[in-house]
């Protein structure tokens, strides 16, 4: 059953008098009864949340039979919209405190309970040091400051939180018709008055049949007048907290009346089964369809899990389908990385976990292909899923929007599977995707599908950059139009989703010079259109920049990421150590909002939080768009609720990130060595230049360390005036080598073989002329 329908029991007791009922579940549900004056009483209640609920039917305080009875409400078809606004309190710290670097200062402030959150730092208008927080206990607080992780001088600082200060939900005015009725397409108000609230973020989420719109406007007297506006008709619920506590009322329940949009869906949901456990030694594949590339220009590598970086082998299965192939050395995560000209293809950085799973779930599940981004009426749109690290469960695909879509599905047998759907109309689509009903990350994904292509065919786009194209330095290229008649536009869209219009000149008749200016760097999409349609290959991508950020090389570590408690302050480490400058984005969602701070470090960046609220924490980091292996992160949070629980709450930070190099090799030009795993005593050497040398000629023998896991190997040659001429190591793959060199003069030579820092069997050798 569905939260946004009213639930009816019909009763027969022999008499009303004695009856009572109870709807126990994730939510307040509103009961509602009815006697039909014939022996039965009709039911009614109006659960607010999805999960299972225990409903209690007694008479004369007993159950009666079957009670009580347990039935699940699920979400489908539920969307749902969310805004955060409101006041912080700014203080200035005690004395003056003028340190300029801020990147490396971060602050928290203690309550008198003992509750400890991160603030934020804030330069003040008279030049001093000043923090911004939500005040939520009275009395004095206690602020500590520190620079890598060390006090800054009078740290920490006191101050006192006054009783007209603190956050008070139920001083919260809210009026307006919007939070008892509303109609479709159009804006239905509500004001809210905070004025006699003290200090606090507001945040609002509505959920419903419809993702309504919502608008706000500060009337800049300290009231704040809302607007929704949904698109189907049906029960709303409305969330509104102040401070991290419902306001009186809240949630509300609004019926909403009025046309549709006739929107059309079709789902289909399919049983996933988990696949066989990968072992040591075995041979390992990932699957992905990606139609109209060339082979030649995808590459892909495996990151194991002591930081070994090695290609990978990708073929090509049938036409469009490739795998990439790998023979694990070690158990753990590891991470496959597929690129196609130089940029991660979408899904890229992988997680594939050889033995034992550690965890599963709908945020294992991941999903990517150009269907999830873009369409065209009337023509396949085409993504994958890749499943395997999830487990067993249900994979359920929803397409709706203004036409009803074909939906096909294939299963590829290995944790991944390919979906296609056509669609009729064109228009707003939504893409939903769930894994035990839950989505997964990302989902629902929005795109617009557009007409069919007609004339837009005949475009060509020519001398279009493939590199070296800087942020905030002007590039363009070419358009021909083959004779099509209409519209051509385009438009730019950077990493952080900002869009700017590009400038279109013609050069003759047939032919138009696009101009555009990226800002940042990192990974941008070109948008083509013609008559309002995509031409062949649009969007196109560009690397702007250096375009060294590569999301496989973070990775997060840490308490924060693990199991964590109420009311204490918790954190984690996002290691972006020569992993390039980029914007990273820290996500955190929850049955709570969290205070949250980001700060630099050595070795990166400090993500704190504090959860106010016990339930499952989802903490997403994406490094330049994409997300790291790992994301996103499930955090399981114990101890009382020091907030009100409501629904899914977001929070969330962005930083510009600078390139990082590791304490232990800045001497050596940013270069970390992996932490290699090896044994040198399983080396093998055979060949005649082990034992004697011949002057002016080639003198060869062979290594084979195919046996002795990963590390470097070196070769050097000493003789009786100083190293030999020519020394020369080619790798014949699986780790065999063939070396040769030349000596100069006659004498005796030393030479030296080693695995990593140690000596091969019988190195050093003696070698004669």
Request: aromatic residues 8%.
């Amino acid at each position: 059953m569905n939260i946004y329908t009213n639930i009816d029991l019909i009763i027969s007791p022999s008499t009303a008098g004695g009856l009572s009922l109870a709807v126990e579940g994730p939510s307040k549900a509103d009961i509602s009864c009815h006697d039909n004056k014939d022996g039965t009483v009709s039911v009614t209640y109006l659960p607010t949340a999805p999960g299972e609920y225990r409903i209690s039917v007694k008479f004369d305080d007993k159950h009666i039979k079957g009670s009580p009875y347990n039935t699940k409400v699920t979400g489908e078809g539920r969307k749902r919209n969310q805004i955060s606004v409101g006041s912080c309190s700014e203080v200035s710290l005690p004395g003056k405190v003028l340190d300029k670097d801020f990147r490396l200062l971060n602050a928290s402030i203690q309550a008198p309970s003992g509750l400890e959150e991160p603030c934020f730092l804030k330069r003040l208008v008279n030049g001093n040091l000043g923090i911004s927080f939500t005040p939520r206990e009275i009395g004095q607080h206690v602020v500590s400051v520190k620079r890598m992780g060390q006090h800054i001088v009078n740290s920490p600082f006191k101050i006192t939180v006054g009783e007209r200060e603190v956050g008070d939900a139920k001083k919260v005015k809210v009026t307006g018709n919007g939070l008892k009725e509303g109609k479709t397409h159009v804006e239905n108000l509500f004001t809210v008055d905070t004025r006699s609230a003290g200090y606090g973020g507001l945040s609002l989420s509505i959920e419903g049949p419809s993702k309504a719109e919502i608008q706000c406007k500060d009337n800049e007297d300290g009231t704040l007048t809302i607007s929704y506006r949904p698109t189907e008709p049906g029960y709303y619920i409305v969330n509104l907290k102040f401070a991290d506590h419902h306001v009186d009322g809240s949630p509300f329940t609004v019926k909403v009346t009025g046309e549709g949009s006739n929107c059309q869906r079709e789902k289909i949901e399919r049983r996933r089964e988990a696949v066989p456990l990968t072992e040591v030694g075995s041979n390992c594949k990932l699957t992905f369809k990606m139609p109209g590339v060339l082979p030649y220009d995808l590459s892909s590598t495996v990151t194991s899990p002591c930081g070994i970086t090695e290609d990978a082998e990708i073929n090509e299965i049938e036409d469009g389908l490739y795998a990439v192939h790998f023979v694990p050395k070690e158990l753990g995560v590891h991470t496959v990385s597929v690129r196609y000209k130089e940029v991660h293809i979408p899904g890229s950085p992988f997680q594939f976990t050889v033995g034992p799973m550690s965890d599963g779930g709908a945020h294992r599940v991941h999903a990517g292909g150009s269907g999830l981004e873009r369409g065209e009426q009337g023509q396949p749109c085409e993504f994958n899923v890749w499943t395997r690290e999830a487990g067993p469960g249900s994979l359920a695909i929803s397409v709706e929007g203004p036409s009803k879509a074909e939906i096909d599905f294939k299963d590829r047998k290995d944790g991944s599977c390919y979906v296609s759907y056509v669609v009729g109309e064109p228009g707003e689509y939504r893409i939903g995707i769930k894994f035990n009903d839950q989505h997964i990350p990302d989902s629902p994904y929005k795109l617009f599908m557009s007409p069919a292509m007609g004339d837009a065919h005949k475009l060509e786009v020519a001398q279009f950059p493939t590199s070296g194209v800087q942020a905030d330095y002007p590039a363009q290229f070419m358009v021909r139009k083959n004779g099509a008649v209409g519209q051509l536009d385009a438009k730019v869209v950077s990493p952080s989703g900002a869009e700017d219009d590009c400038f279109i000149q013609s050069i003759d008749q047939d032919m138009y010079s696009v101009r555009f200016m990226p800002r940042d760097n990192g990974v941008h999409n070109i948008h083509v259109k013609f008559n309002g349609v995509h031409i062949p290959g649009s969007p196109y991508r560009l690397k702007v920049g250096k375009g060294d950020a590569d999301p496989a090389a973070v990775h997060a570590t840490g308490s924060g990421l693990g199991d964590v408690k109420t009311g204490h302050k918790t954190d984690f480490i996002v290691d972006t150590c020569n992993a390039g400058a980029g914007t990273l984005a820290v996500t955190i969602d929850g049955p709570s909002k969290v205070s949250m701070d980001c700060t630099e470090v050595e070795e990166g960046y400090k993500v704190r939080y504090t959860p106010l609220v016990p339930g499952e924490y989802y903490i997403s980091l994406k490094y330049n768009g994409y997300h790291i292996v790992g994301s996103p992160f499930k955090v399981t949070c114990t101890g009382e609720d020091l907030a009100e629980r409501g629904p899914q709450e977001t929070s969330s930070v962005v930083v510009e990130t600078v390139h990082k190099v590791s304490k232990a090799h800045k001497g050596g030009a940013g270069v970390v060595l992996p932490h290699f795993k090896s044994n040198a005593t399983l080396v093998t050497s055979k060949g005649m230049g082990l034992k004697r040398a011949y002057v002016g000629k080639q003198n060869l023998f062979s290594i084979s360390a195919s046996d002795a896991g990963n590390n470097i190997l070196f070769v050097g040659i000493y003789g009786p005036k100083g190293p030999c001429e020519e020394i020369f190591i080619k790798h014949m793959k699986q780790n065999n080598y063939q070396v040769s060199y030349i000596v100069r003069e006659r004498g005796e030579y030393i030479l030296l073989v080693k695995w990593g820092d140690d000596h091969i069997p019988g190195s050093p050798f003696k070698i004669d002329t």
